[in-house]
């Protein structure tokens, strides 16, 4: 890249994503790390590198450039003394998606990622500026440059997955519709790319014909290639509140920790817009923010973080338990935390799977809300989940329908969500209102045939986009009988267990050493706070559960517990 002779203006702070650090935080940071010179040209990170320092500006400027060394680099943002480089990648594991070049001679300060973690364990406040800066420009870098680039048809089954995939697990990324975008089929004609191999991944000088959900991971860095097969002391399945929980005090509490999820860090908690009456965030936070913020803690206490990993099947040897994983691996721990969680159900009414992906959607994120611009939505269900994506999808739709089967929005949905759907002018609740049929071809939704059920009458409500939030199913195929469960299928645990064996334990499954947490046992309350709770219990009996296995350093670690 020729780059230029004069000075670059440096990047504004933004929403308190570039801080400039003070002489005393740098002090702190140099006791951990070494100072080096650097020269015009130098690249100190480039794009796709993993393992890296943290980095601080200490004199010069460094330049944070985009397809650097291509005929396409862009310069997106640009630092000056007192300012560290990267963003929430450094911390999670994930490779940079652009390099960071120094535009003048300078001098940084290079400290270790352990030793990051040890300074802001000791410095919480140090710690919690670096990590509101990173958070903020993950969503900054979202917006703001290429990323991996998803090729496809947006009614393609194939290119919702994929592009649920990058954007639950917030990977930077850009998609290019081939119904949309004039210049996406000369772009395939140039990579020789037939209509029937896509949706195609291109990412720097790789391109992945219709990967699969762990390719596509392996490149964005979410996923290492291989799996440590070792023995671990616990193996929490689902990475949603309660999973993170127990990640957390699992790991901190120095068990060897392994987290797995089918899909994205978050769980269902991670597709919500708003979480507004969780302890402790009065203003609300996103459910992306909280799940990576929780990611960041539990990886800092050395919990490995793998996704997209899906459990297929729970077996045991001995005394041991295995996961069995959709790859083939197994996993071979002590004992198992379920937080598989629940899914959304699925309406009984004809044509669904045909708009499945493509105009039915079980998520309400800034992804689906793209296709919702002036469009009109219709939301199903009573309930906060339901209630949330009205609010928020109001803000990017012509119109939404809310469309409850009951006449009473506050039976179900608290009372701050129902004031808030009352006060938004282009929301409309369609009471004792039942959806009866799909209209539309070609996987494109264009109408709802809904029936009121007090009168009988029929009628047709434009629709382009259904969400239907109406209830859950619990994500418990996995354990066929490996556990025992209710009539629903969620996990029974505590006293629900009947057994003659041994006396019941709380959230204990009818397996030894396997717990559950969240919204899959039977009897939970859905809530985040409950199942954080309940993911921190979880930890307390697993200690006395390896304790009473006679393992010397586990009942050392229950003592420290009790």
Not at 351 to 371: K, P
Not at 418 to 438: A, C, G, K, S
Request: aromatic share 4%.
């Amino acid at each position: 890249m020729n780059m230029d002779e004069q000075r670059l203006s440096e990047t504004p702070d933004v929403a308190g994503a570039y801080p400039r650090l003070s002489g005393e935080q740098i002090e702190m940071l140099s006791r951990r790390g070494e100072k080096r010179p650097v020269q015009r040209g130098d690249v100190l990170v480039a794009e796709g590198q993993r393992e890296r320092d943290f980095l601080v500006v200490l004199a010069g400027e460094v330049a944070v450039i985009e397809g650097y060394g291509t005929p396409k680099a862009r310069t997106v943002r640009v630092h000056g003394p007192h300012r560290f480089l990267d963003e929430l990648g450094l911390l999670t594991g994930q490779p940079s998606f652009v390099s960071m070049v120094a535009h003048e001679p300078g001098e940084v300060l290079a400290v270790p990622l352990n030793g990051l973690h040890e300074l802001v364990r000791e410095e919480p406040d140090l710690g919690d500026l670096i990590l509101r800066s990173f958070l903020a420009r993950r969503e900054l870098l979202i917006g703001g440059i290429t990323g991996i680039k998803i090729v496809g048809s947006r009614y393609s089954p194939d290119s919702r997955r994929l592009r649920e995939l990058a954007a639950r697990n917030r990977v930077p990324h850009t998609w290019i519709d081939l119904e949309e975008d004039p210049g996406a089929e000369e772009l395939l004609r140039r990579l020789s790319i037939s209509a029937s191999d896509t949706p195609v991944v291109i990412w720097r000088d790789r391109v992945l014909r219709n990967p699969s959900n762990a390719e596509l991971a392996r490149v964005a860095g979410l996923r290492r290639s291989g799996q440590d097969e070792a023995m671990c002391d616990v193996v929490v399945v689902g990475a949603g509140p309660a999973g993170l929980a127990a990640a957390v005090y699992g790991a901190s509490e120095g068990l060897a920790t392994v987290v797995l999820d089918a899909v994205a860090i978050g769980g269902q908690a991670g597709t919500s817009s708003r979480i507004e009456n969780y302890l402790g965030f009065p203003a609300g936070i996103s459910g992306a923010e909280l799940a990576d913020r929780a990611a960041v803690q539990a990886k800092k206490f050395g919990a490995d973080l793998t996704v997209p990993a899906e459990a297929v099947r729970l077996g045991w040897h001995d005394s041991d338990q295995i996961v069995h994983l959709d790859d083939g691996a197994q996993l071979r721990t002590r004992t198992v935390v379920i937080a598989t969680g629940a899914r959304y159900r699925r309406l009984d009414v004809p044509r669904l799977s045909e708009f499945e992906g493509t105009s039915v959607y079980y998520a309400a994120t800034f992804m689906e809300a793209v296709f919702c611009e002036l469009q009109p939505v219709s939301v199903v269900g009573g309930g906060n989940s339901a209630g949330q994506a009205a609010v928020f999808l109001a803000r990017h739709a012509a119109q939404v329908r809310l469309i409850i089967l009951h006449d009473d929005l506050n039976r179900d949905m608290s009372r701050y969500l129902v004031d808030q759907i009352e006060r938004l002018p282009n929301v409309e609740v369609l009471r004792n209102t039942e959806i009866t049929e799909l209209i539309g071809d070609e996987g494109r939704l264009q109408a709802l045939g809904v029936r009121d059920t007090r009168t009988g009458e029929r009628q047709e409500i434009p629709t382009t986009v259904l969400f239907p939030f109406i209830g859950a199913q619990p994500c418990t195929g996995w354990l066929a009988s490996s556990v025992a469960l209710d009539e629903r299928g969620y996990v029974l645990t505590g006293a629900q267990v009947r057994t003659d064996a041994r006396q019941p334990v709380m959230l204990e499954t009818s397996r030894p050493g396997v717990v559950a947490v969240g919204d899959v046992r039977s009897g939970s309350i859905k809530r985040v706070a409950s199942a954080v709770g309940e993911g921190s219990m979880a930890v307390r009996l697993i200690h006395d559960h390896l304790a009473r296995f006679g393992h010397p350093a586990d009942r050392q670690r229950s003592r420290a517990a009790t």
